[in-house]
C-alpha cells in the first residue's frame, strides 16, 4: 500500500521570504502522480501543484515550485515570495496511473505567514 | 467552473441516529469520493464510486455506508451515528488528474 509522509506538523514563514514543506512517500508503482493542495480556513481544498513521476522536470507554478526526487521518494515544495494569502493546510497526496484512482493524502502542514 | 457542493456546512447530531451527508457535483464526473478528515490524520477515504450503483471500500469504511443513484450524486450514510465520528467530510469528484472537492461538512455527534 501507498503510503505518504509529512514530518513538519506546522510551519512558520516571514512574509516576502521563502519556505519549503516536505513531503516523502512510498509506492512499488512506477506510474503515479504527486500532488499538493492547499486547504485555507474556508476549508475549501485548492489544487496547488501537479508533478507526473515520469516527468524529470520539477513542476513550477508561479511562486510554487517542487523539488521531486524520485529515487528517494521525496516530494516538497516550495513557496517563494509568501503572501498572506498562502496561509493555508498543505497536504501533499499521491495517486496511481490508472484514471480515476483514489488519492493518499499525507498528515498535513499547517503553515502561518507572519507579516 | 467546476462545483461540488455538499448539503450542509455543519451538523449537529446525537448518537445512534441515521446521518446523510449528500454531495452533488454537476461536472458529469463518473467517479466520487467521501474522505473523513482529522488532525494529524489528513484525509482518509472513506468509499469511492466510478459509476452509479457501483461503489468500492476506501480504507476506513466501517461504520459508513454508500449510495449512488444518480451521476451526481453520492451520499455518504451513518447507520448508527457514534461520537467517534465526529469529523469532517469531504466530498470530491474526478476527471483526469485532478479531484474536485465540496467545502466539507463539519460533523458533530453527541
Known amino acids: 500500500a501507498q503510503t505518504v509522509t509529512q514530518s513538519q506538523p506546522e510551519m512558520s514563514v516571514q512574509e516576502a521570504e521563502t519556505v519549503t514543506l516536505s513531503c516523502t512517500y512510498d509506492?512499488?508503482?512506477?506510474?503515479?502522480?504527486l500532488f499538493w493542495y492547499k486547504q485555507p480556513p474556508s476549508r475549501q481544498m485548492i489544487l496547488v501543484i501537479r508533478q507526473e513521476a515520469y516527468k524529470q522536470q520539477n513542476a513550477t507554478e508561479n511562486r510554487f515550485s517542487v523539488n521531486f526526487q524520485k529515487a528517494a521518494k521525496s516530494f516538497s515544495l516550495k513557496i517563494s515570495d509568501s503572501q498572506l494569502g498562502d496561509a493555508a493546510m498543505y497536504f501533499c497526496?499521491?495517486?496511481?496511473?490508472?484514471?480515476?484512482?483514489?488519492?493518499?493524502f499525507g498528515e498535513g502542514t499547517q503553515l502561518t505567514v507572519n507579516p | 467552473d467546476v462545483k461540488v457542493t455538499q448539503s450542509s456546512r455543519y451538523l449537529v447530531k446525537r448518537t445512534g441516529e441515521k446521518v446523510f451527508l449528500e454531495c452533488v457535483q454537476d461536472?458529469?464526473?463518473?467517479?466520487m469520493f467521501w474522505y473523513r478528515q482529522d488532525p494529524g490524520l489528513g484525509l482518509r477515504l472513506i468509499y469511492f464510486s466510478y459509476d452509479v450503483k457501483m461503489k468500492e471500500k476506501g480504507d476506513i469504511p466501517e461504520g459508513y455506508s454508500v449510495s449512488r443513484e444518480k451521476k451526481e450524486r453520492f451520499s455518504l450514510i451513518l447507520e448508527s451515528a457514534s461520537t467517534n465520528q465526529t469529523s469532517m467530510y469531504l466530498c470530491?469528484?474526478?476527471?483526469?488528474?485532478?479531484?474536485?472537492f465540496g467545502p466539507g461538512t463539519r460533523l458533530t455527534v453527541t
Open positions: 470530491a469528484s474526478n476527471w483526469g488528474y485532478e479531484q474536485y
Open positions: 461536472m458529469d464526473h463518473e467517479n
Open positions: 509506492t512499488s508503482e512506477s506510474d503515479y502522480y
Open positions: 497526496a499521491y495517486r496511481r496511473g490508472t484514471s480515476g484512482s483514489r488519492l493518499t
